[in-house]
């Protein structure tokens, strides 16, 4: 593909994604037109999307790492973890209630959450590095969305669609790293009272500093970094599960404290529960 083209398929997807958020309406996948997508112009897709965001307004507050799991890299035949962005226009105020009317097909994870307290600049980033610049750590619910019909993504459509972000809510408890041993965390995850999920912060790369170190060794290939004040989301340690019809959300890492979430609102995919 000659580069002009190759920008011209860059911005065409960009454009998908970012009218189907807006219109709540799900397009098939990127790879089912696109086979030979890379995962590198996909990261271009999402920044795009990104840029146009900031340049309307929106701001940067942080970042997601998915796929830090070896079952969901199992899935989708991959051997590292992917990103997206968080921007302010995502974050539900703890307290408040998490308003489905504008997402598609959402899906709730579990994970903690890390606050930087100092900037984070690769390469050579360690774990260590991570909890020394880590202000404090919270229990917090990812909520993730797709813009992509059923699901049907392969790594190149969730990469393309902003690592499926929609929505966080942090908990109101504030950790400091060393305070609790973050490799070895028990979760939980309850859906109107019932619990669905139990976890270990360890399915998240072994440790999640560890997730938060690869990814600002993973941004510094592009001379990026990380700013005091970023929220960085390490990953799920659960499966995700679908949320329409749900009216409350629970969860609990233990050292990191609870959540509590009320649901209202209907998104536009409710035969799937």
Known sequence: MSAPAEQSMIESCAASLARA???RRPIPPLTDTHTDLS???????QQLNIDRRIAAGERLVGHKIGLTSKAMQDQFGV???DFGHLLDTMVVANGAPLDLDQLIDPRIEIE??????KPLRGPGVSPADVIAATDYVSVCFEIIDSRIIDWRIKLQDTVADNGSSARLVLGTQRV???AVKLADLATTLALDGTVVERGNTSAILGDPANSVAWFANRIAEYGLGLDAG??????TCTRS?????RRQLGGR???????LVAVRGTPIVTDKV
């Open 21 to 23: 958020e807006a219109e």
């Open 39 to 45: 995962v590198a112009n996909a990261y271009r897709i």
């Open 79 to 81: 051997n590292e973890p």
């Open 112 to 117: 903690p959450a890390f606050v930087l307290g």
């Open 176 to 178: 400091r790293p060393t």
């Open 230 to 235: 970023h929220i960085v989301l390490p990953g």
């Open 241 to 245: 599960w679908r949320i329409h019809g």
């Open 253 to 259: 890492i233990d050292g990191l404290g609870e959540l």
